[in-house]
Protein backbone atom coordinates (compact mmCIF):
# COMPACT_ATOMS: atom_id res chain seq x y z
CA UNK A 1 0.00 0.00 0.00
CA UNK A 2 2.72 2.28 0.79
CA UNK A 3 4.14 2.54 -3.19
CA UNK A 4 0.41 3.03 -4.35
CA UNK A 5 -0.21 6.11 -1.66
CA UNK A 6 3.10 7.47 -3.06
CA UNK A 7 2.11 6.64 -6.87
CA UNK A 8 -1.55 8.77 -6.24
CA UNK A 9 0.24 11.44 -4.09
CA UNK A 10 2.64 12.12 -6.87
CA UNK A 11 -0.11 11.84 -9.72
CA UNK A 12 -2.37 14.19 -7.62
CA UNK A 13 0.17 16.97 -7.17
CA UNK A 14 0.83 16.40 -11.12
CA UNK A 15 -2.25 17.05 -11.92
CA UNK A 16 -2.88 20.15 -10.07
CA UNK A 17 0.15 21.85 -10.82
CA UNK A 18 -0.43 21.04 -14.83
CA UNK A 19 -3.67 22.49 -14.26
CA UNK A 20 -1.98 25.76 -12.67
CA UNK A 21 0.10 26.17 -15.55
CA UNK A 22 -2.58 25.41 -18.22
CA UNK A 23 -4.04 27.97 -16.65
CA UNK A 24 -7.41 26.18 -16.20
CA UNK A 25 -7.43 27.21 -12.86
CA UNK A 26 -5.46 29.02 -9.93
CA UNK A 27 -4.35 28.50 -6.68
CA UNK A 28 -3.34 30.17 -4.05
CA UNK A 29 -0.45 27.91 -2.72
CA UNK A 30 0.62 29.42 0.48
CA UNK A 31 -3.00 30.36 1.45
CA UNK A 32 -3.77 26.56 0.60
CA UNK A 33 -0.95 25.41 2.59
CA UNK A 34 -1.67 27.50 5.70
CA UNK A 35 -4.91 26.08 5.67
CA UNK A 36 -4.31 22.55 4.85
CA UNK A 37 -1.51 21.08 6.74
CA UNK A 38 -2.83 19.33 9.56
CA UNK A 39 -4.16 17.24 6.45
CA UNK A 40 -0.54 16.51 5.26
CA UNK A 41 0.04 14.76 8.46
CA UNK A 42 -2.94 13.24 8.65
CA UNK A 43 -2.62 11.38 5.58
CA UNK A 44 1.03 10.54 6.50
CA UNK A 45 -0.58 8.93 9.45
CA UNK A 46 -2.97 6.87 7.81
CA UNK A 47 -0.59 5.57 4.84
CA UNK A 48 1.65 4.52 7.89
CA UNK A 49 -0.92 2.87 9.08
CA UNK A 50 -2.08 0.99 6.15
CA UNK A 51 1.61 -0.09 5.24
CA UNK A 52 2.00 -3.83 6.01
CA UNK A 53 4.41 -4.65 8.88
CA UNK A 54 7.67 -6.73 7.64
CA UNK A 55 7.55 -8.79 11.42
CA UNK A 56 3.78 -10.25 10.39
CA UNK A 57 4.80 -11.82 7.29
CA UNK A 58 7.10 -13.56 8.94
Do not use: C, Q, Y
Amino acid sequence: MKGHFAAIALIVIGAIALGVNLDLFEVDLVALIRKWWPLALIALGVGLFLTPDDRSRR
